[in-house]
């Protein structure tokens, strides 16, 4: 029971929904958001021509954008990143210092970087 107790507690450390029972403990919520998504949502709603995109989704003009189900605007299955230097500069320099990149250089984080923005 003691160890039920500490479960319990870390779940709702966690923010988790937590209830009990004669036989189980269950956890009914669990939200993971990213705050680079969100911002780049927002920006995307402030960028006069990634706003124009948007209204024209589902024509001619805007063939290859796409509004995804998270809410953001991507253009050929890449996010778009709207006319902001901070956002810019967050790309680049989590592709530039990610673990994964190895450190790659400019020539190699290049192509990196399109494939995702």
């Not at 036989?23 to 998504?37: G, M, R, Y």
């Not at 509004?67 to 956002?87: A, C, H, Y």
């Not at 967050?90 to 790659?104: A, D, F, N, Q, R």
């Amino acid at each position: 029971m003691i160890r039920e107790l500490e479960l319990i507690e870390d779940f709702r450390s966690m923010n988790l929904e937590v209830s009990m029972s004669s036989n189980c403990i269950s956890c009914n919520t669990l939200v993971i958001t990213n705050e680079f998504l969100e911002k780049v949502k927002e920006k995307q709603l402030e960028d006069s021509k990634l706003k124009n995109f948007i209204g024209l989704l589902n024509t001619d003009k805007a063939k290859d954008f796409s509004l995804e189900v998270d809410g953001i605007l991507r253009f050929k299955n890449r996010m778009s990143i709207p006319e902001d230097n901070e956002l810019k500069q967050t790309v680049l320099s989590k592709g530039h210092k990610s673990k994964l990149s190895l450190h790659p250089g400019m020539t190699k984080m290049y192509p990196d970087l399109k494939k995702s923005y």
